[in-house]
Antibody, heavy 126, light 110 residues
Framework: QVQLQESGPGLVKPSQTLSLTCTVS??????????WSWIRQPAGKGLEWIGR???????NYNPSLKSRVTISVDTSKNQFSLKLSSVTAADTAVYYC??????????????????WGQGTLVTVSS | QSVLTQPPSASGTPGQRVTISCSGS????????VNWYQQLPGTAPKLLIY???QRPSGVPDRFSGSKSGTSASLAISGLQSEDEADYYC???????????FGGGTKLTVL
């Protein structure tokens, strides 16, 4: 059973960089054809996709966040990470890491996010 | 405002059948499959339906999904009190080159 656990500071000052790590257990992050994703949810609001990294290292980012986001993977530690720069109060949210089992064929994308971490609250405040 | 449009709320009584709609465009639902997530209060979302109409192992067959053109629907039959949750649709968007979510529908079991 795959499990994901987010870790990182719960409080970040405005204009600084938010850094979170997701540790994957129950399977190797580099095995299989999966994307490893970050998704966030402000309090009382809906889900917002931040981006994902494939096992090959290729990435996709939300266009609205792309200039500030970096997702990387460390296969030796079975972890992947999120960095979001120049944060403001609008970046305050619960951040989830997740495994995306999507695949693409000539008919489009199939599959979905099948494993989620429990989420970690990050507050941006001075 | 979300790229995919869902009604903010829905309700039903125990045993009833409820449907939740999700409207998109040619670049997302029209080109790719739709997934549905259930988020119980205070918990992480859970994959409920993937690839339009497939249920992951362990999801009761009371839950079903469908897609037609640029819209999709989630149906819940035999509504139970434990179905009270937020439901989100999602799909890949070819124009944005990213995943997009609906704004979520809060289901209340009366």
């Amino acid at each position: 059973q795959v499990q994901l656990q987010e870790s990182g500071p719960g409080l970040v000052k405005p204009s600084q960089t938010l850094s979170l790590t997701c540790t994957v257990s129950g399977g190797s992050i580099s095995s299989g054809s999966y994307y490893w994703s970050w998704i966030r949810q402000p309090a009382g609001k809906g889900l917002e996709w931040i981006g994902r990294i494939y096992t090959s290292g290729s990435t996709n980012y939300n266009p609205s966040l792309k200039s500030r986001v970096t997702i990387s993977v460390d296969t030796s530690k079975n972890q992947f990470s999120l960095k979001l720069s120049s944060v403001t109060a609008a970046d305050t949210a619960v951040y989830y890491c997740a495994r995306d089992a999507s695949y693409y064929d000539s008919s489009g994308y199939y599959g979905g996010v099948d494993y989620w971490g429990q989420g970690t609250l990050v507050t941006v405040s001075s | 405002q979300s790229v995919l449009t869902q009604p903010p709320s829905a309700s039903g009584t125990p045993g009833q059948r409820v449907t939740i709609s999700c409207s998109g465009s040619s670049s997302n639902i029209g080109s790719n499959t739709v997934n549905w997530y259930q988020q119980l209060p205070g918990t992480a979302p859970k994959l409920l339906i993937y690839s339009n109409n497939q249920r992951p192992s362990g999801v009761p067959d009371r839950f079903s999904g469908s897609k037609s053109g640029t819209s999709a629907s989630l149906a819940i039959s035999g509504l139970q009190s434990e179905d009270e949750a937020d439901y989100y649709c999602a799909a890949w968007d070819d124009s944005l080159n990213g995943e997009v979510f609906g704004g979520g529908t809060k289901l209340t079991v009366l």
